[in-house]
């Protein structure tokens, strides 16, 4: 309704249609599950009661193990959600199909990449808990700058031009602003590569942190309880 009535009182020329945002908004809410706002609660609960010392004696990759725990975390209830979602609002609330066959595509992939980023992402909130415990700080603070950075609460079209380049830079545009502007044809299908590039420097990136810091967490750890 906000947006609804920000485009029936404005006349100036605006980067995005009423129709494009109606999009935005129900593809947001589709594929929220896949937000990594939240600690892994197995993960923070064996960190609490030390049973995480376990994890460190078997014969595995622990941050493998922890990203795959993720991406099943959020694949999961992202699935179960976007369906009844996606239904509804095709029928009765305005949302569309996409643009065409290769923005179909295009989308896709970049959800696939918007997926892997948010779980390297939530992977970093999991290694904070070896020194925060608890978790709830970090989550607030990432919470924050997802839904502002990332187009959930404004999509980032609508923002001034002077905030773009802090938005092209960030990671976070790489999970809700790319993957939704290629499902309705905002950006080109053609224009995919350069989406892709930008969330897997940004993965690649986050996992080389993630691994750096497990690597010092796991080194001196010290295990409350158990």
């Given at each position: 309704?906000?947006?609804?009535?920000?485009?029936r009182s404005s006349s100036a020329p605006q980067p995005m249609t009423f129709?494009?945002?109606?999009?935005?908004?129900?593809?947001?809410?589709?594929?929220?599950?896949?937000?990594?706002?939240?600690?892994?609660?197995?993960?923070?609960?064996?960190?609490?009661?030390?049973?995480?010392?376990?994890?460190?004696?078997?014969?595995?990759?622990?941050?493998?193990?922890?990203?795959?725990?993720?991406?099943?975390?959020?694949?999961?209830?992202?699935?179960?959600?976007?369906?009844?979602?996606?239904?509804?609002?095709?029928?009765?609330?305005?949302?569309?199909?996409?643009?065409?066959?290769?923005?179909?595509?295009?989308w896709i992939l970049a959800t696939v990449g918007a997926l892997l980023l948010?779980?390297?992402?939530?992977?970093?909130?999991?290694?904070?808990?070896?020194?925060?415990?608890?978790?709830?700080?970090?989550?607030?603070?990432?919470?924050?700058?997802?839904?502002?950075?990332?187009?959930?609460?404004?999509?980032?079209?609508?923002?001034?031009?002077?905030?773009?380049?802090?938005?092209?830079?960030?990671?976070?545009?790489?999970?809700?602003?790319?993957?939704?502007?290629?499902?309705?044809?905002?950006?080109?299908?053609?224009?995919?590569?350069?989406?892709?590039?930008?969330?897997?420097?940004?993965?690649?990136?986050?996992?080389?942190?993630?691994?750096?810091?497990?690597a010092r967490g796991t080194r001196r750890l010290v295990v409350q309880g158990?």
């Amino acid at each position: 309704m906000i947006f609804d009535a920000f485009y029936r009182s404005s006349s100036a020329p605006q980067p995005m249609t009423f129709e494009e945002v109606v999009n935005y908004v129900w593809l947001g809410q589709a594929l929220f599950a896949m937000l990594p706002f939240s600690v892994d609660p197995e993960i923070r609960g064996k960190i609490r009661d030390g049973s995480v010392a376990y994890e460190l004696v078997r014969p595995l990759d622990l941050y493998n193990f922890w990203f795959c725990r993720a991406v099943a975390t959020r694949f999961a209830p992202t699935l179960l959600r976007s369906m009844p979602i996606f239904l509804v609002a095709l029928l009765f609330l305005g949302l569309q199909l996409p643009a065409s066959p290769a923005a179909t595509g295009a989308w896709i992939l970049a959800t696939v990449g918007a997926l892997l980023l948010s779980c390297a992402i939530s992977n970093l909130i999991n290694i904070s808990l070896m020194w925060t415990i608890a978790g709830e700080g970090i989550v607030t603070l990432v919470a924050a700058c997802l839904f502002v950075f990332s187009g959930m609460v404004v999509p980032l079209p609508l923002f001034p031009e002077w905030a773009m380049p802090l938005f092209d830079f960030l990671p976070f545009r790489g999970i809700v602003d790319l993957p939704f502007r290629l499902y309705m044809g905002h950006i080109p299908p053609e224009e995919l590569f350069p989406v892709l590039r930008h969330q897997l420097l940004w993965i690649a990136a986050l996992v080389i942190l993630g691994r750096w810091l497990l690597a010092r967490g796991t080194r001196r750890l010290v295990v409350q309880g158990g």
